[in-house]
């Protein structure tokens, strides 16, 4: 699994949930049912305070596990569907703004 704090556009459907991510100058489309959960933050080592009434998105930020795969670039191209890739994506409240958090590695069977 690898760590990252890389800058992501994510389309929402109208409840919220990702359905499209735009990473590093390709389109995926989310292939299966995200994932959400809340981590705590050191919001500490970050703000200088925490103003009264501030603690979505200070104390806890928002994480979505979603599987991803390549969107087509046209109709029905003969290219090998490659497997999905599983991102962690966090949403900073405030802005708006999505960054991708990890990349979790496929499983793929050993060779000898």
């Known amino acids: 699994m ?9 389309s929402c459907a109208p409840d919220g949930h990702p359905v499209a991510v735009v990473w590093a100058g390709r389109s995926y489309s989310v292939c299966a049912e995200p994932v959400r959960w809340y981590e705590r933050r050191q919001w500490w080592a970050e703000e200088t305070r925490a103003p009264l009434g501030s603690g979505p998105g200070l104390v806890d930020h928002e994480i979505w596990r979603v599987q991803v795969q390549p969107s087509a670039p046209g109709s029905g191209g003969s290219k090998e ?4 890739l599983t991102l962690d ?3 900073h409240i405030r802005s708006g703004r999505w960054r991708l958090l990890r990349i979790h590695d496929a499983l793929r069977p050993r060779t000898a």
């Not at 569907?81 to 999905?84: L, V």
């Open 2 to 10: 690898g760590m990252f704090s890389e800058s992501v556009d994510v």
């Open 89 to 91: 994506l966090t949403r």
């Open 81 to 84: 569907q490659e497997e999905p």
